[in-house]
């Protein structure tokens, strides 16, 4: 069976680095009120770098798959797509609604 990938809706809250191709701090908050933080280059949180020129902090989108659920909350793994919060925390449960799905 083919995991169910979606876009978790997060935020870029600083700018780490504008040089090419861009570094970014962005946050994810989880369903119990937790903030995680991700650093990486600005592409791997956004196709469209022109949006991040704007004030922060901005909307953006961490690729990941959807490996459960628990109690209402789905329990997501950015590991497949090489990206981790600053701890090395790559599994989250978050409210269905911080999710843009897509079946791959």
């Excluded at 870029?12 to 995680?36: E, K």
């Excluded at 909307?59 to 701890?87: F, K, N, Q, Y």
Aim: glycine share 6%.
């Amino acid at each position: 069976m083919t995991p169910e990938e979606a876009h978790l809706r997060c935020e870029a809250v600083s700018w780490i680095s504008r040089d090419f191709p861009g570094w970014l701090r962005v946050r994810l908050v989880d369903v119990n009120n937790t903030s995680w933080y991700f650093v990486d280059k600005a592409p791997v949180f956004s196709a469209d770098n022109s949006r991040l020129e704007a004030r922060l902090p901005a909307p953006v989108h961490i690729l990941c798959s959807i490996v459960g659920r628990d109690d209402g909350a789905l329990v997501v793994s950015t590991a497949p797509h090489g990206v981790e919060a600053e701890d090395g925390q790559c599994l989250f449960q978050v409210h269905p609604g911080q999710l843009d799905r897509h079946t791959v």
